[in-house]
């Protein structure tokens, strides 16, 4: 059962709840959210639990875990062409390979040498 209402914080931060269909000696678990003051916990007052590992030590735990012969399974350019591998999109190609194609375009340096000494 989740029962929902406005309150006024009492003084002495005391929350009064008032609700027929609350049963009688039962447990409840209350959250209490004050508007305005969501935003107030500054990171320097968190506390984190020094029994957690912080989660790269877990993600290198993992990593670990996985044989050599697996990795070498992993394709070299995976990160630059990941939606090729997953969705079997067209790899990115070169940008030479676009500039070699319109006229006036060279795919290196050797031919725009090539063609400056035949201009000359």
């Given at each position: 059962?989740?029962?929902?209402?406005?309150?006024?914080?009492?003084?002495?931060?005391?929350?009064?709840?008032?609700?027929?269909?609350?049963?009688?000696?039962?447990?409840?678990?209350?959250?209490?959210?004050?508007?305005?003051?969501?935003?107030?916990?500054?990171?320097?007052?968190?506390?984190?639990?020094?029994?957690?590992?912080?989660?790269?030590?877990?993600?290198?735990?993992?990593?670990?875990?996985?044989?050599?012969?697996?990795?070498?399974?992993v394709p070299r350019d995976l990160a630059k062409n990941l939606d090729?591998?997953?969705?079997?999109?067209?790899?990115?190609?070169?940008?030479?390979?676009?500039?070699?194609?319109?006229?006036?375009?060279?795919a290196d340096a050797a031919e725009v040498d090539s063609f400056l000494?035949?201009?000359?």
């Open positions: 059962m989740t029962i929902r209402q406005r309150v006024t914080v009492l003084p002495g931060g005391t929350i009064e709840i008032h609700d027929p269909q609350l049963p009688d000696g039962a447990e409840a678990e209350v959250l209490v959210t004050v508007e305005g003051q969501e935003e107030k916990l500054s990171l320097g007052e968190f506390e984190p639990d020094p029994s957690v590992p912080p989660f790269w030590e877990r993600i290198q735990q993992l990593g670990a875990s996985i044989p050599d012969e697996e990795w070498e399974k090729h591998y997953l969705y079997g999109a067209q790899e990115d190609q070169p940008l030479v390979s676009f500039l070699g194609r319109g006229k006036g375009c060279f000494r035949a201009e000359r």
